[in-house]
């Protein structure tokens, strides 16, 4: 979960946006004003890593689950959003032109819905509790097989995480489609092919260098990680 009490000390201002409550990051004391100013100022402020993941324990546990086992990226976006909710700066975002860190970011994830061949986009909101995510995801799926949109409600937030699942390819790299870096701040991870000799699956990282750095991407792979070789007690609740 986040860290409270780093949480405090960006807390400055909590205001409302579309009805999402966010703290407004004090720029005259944020140590990483002078960064936020340098790459923000990029033509292209954006960086993306991809790396491999183990999946070993989570395939096997998966499996023991028979059939109440629930879909692969249920499993592996509750994971995500655990990892990405863990890291603050991964939380924050840019609303109005002004950084900001939100207490909780939901997921907004592509989904291909019941007997179409274009995706549509979901959102879910982020629940510690592994039961709880899976159904709002589920909810999610539902509410786009029975009408399918690329402009789901709440799309229009920036306290999200964009996900996907590119599960026929085994991926190095990904680049995905983004907008004004001033208006549009939101991190977008995916997850490719699983290679069943390796036990790994592939996970790209994509994010606004002017929040987050390379450090900050390793502490959400230690995270995710940790959850994805104990899903005993990682989906347990």
């Known amino acids: ?65 028979g059939n109440g086992k629930k879909r692969f990226t249920d499993y592996v976006y509750h994971a995500v959003m655990t990892s990405a909710n863990a890291v603050p700066e991964f939380c924050m975002r840019l609303v109005d032109k002004k950084p900001v860190i939100f207490p909780v970011v939901d997921a907004a994830f592509t989904y291909l819905p019941r007997d179409r061949d274009l995706h549509a986009n979901c959102i ?59 208006t549009d701040s939101v991190p977008r991870i995916a997850v490719g092919m699983v290679d069943p000799a390796a036990g790994t699956m592939p996970v790209s990282v994509e994010a606004l260098h002017s929040f987050i750095d390379g450090r900050h991407v390793a502490a959400f ?15 347990a609740s």
Not at 127 to 142: G, K, T, Y
């Open 1 to 65: 979960m986040i860290d409270h009490n780093v949480i405090e000390y960006y807390k400055k201002t909590i205001t409302f946006w579309f009805g999402i409550m966010m703290e407004l990051i004090d720029l005259d004391t944020w140590p990483r004003k002078d960064h936020f100013a340098f790459f923000q100022n990029r033509k292209n402020p954006r960086f993306s890593i991809t790396f491999p993941v183990n999946v070993t324990s989570l395939l096997r546990f998966r499996a023991a689950q």
């Open 124 to 182: 879910a909101a982020y629940n510690a509790a592994f039961s709880v995510f899976s159904q709002n995801i589920q909810a999610a799926r539902d509410a786009a097989d029975a009408s399918p949109t690329l402009a789901p409600d709440g799309c229009e937030s920036q306290g999200l995480i964009y996900l996907t699942c590119v599960s026929d390819i085994p991926f190095t790299a990904v680049t995905n489609p983004w907008d004004d870096p001033w």
């Open 221 to 235: 792979l230690k995270c995710l990680s940790g959850i994805l070789e104990t899903p005993e007690t990682s989906f």
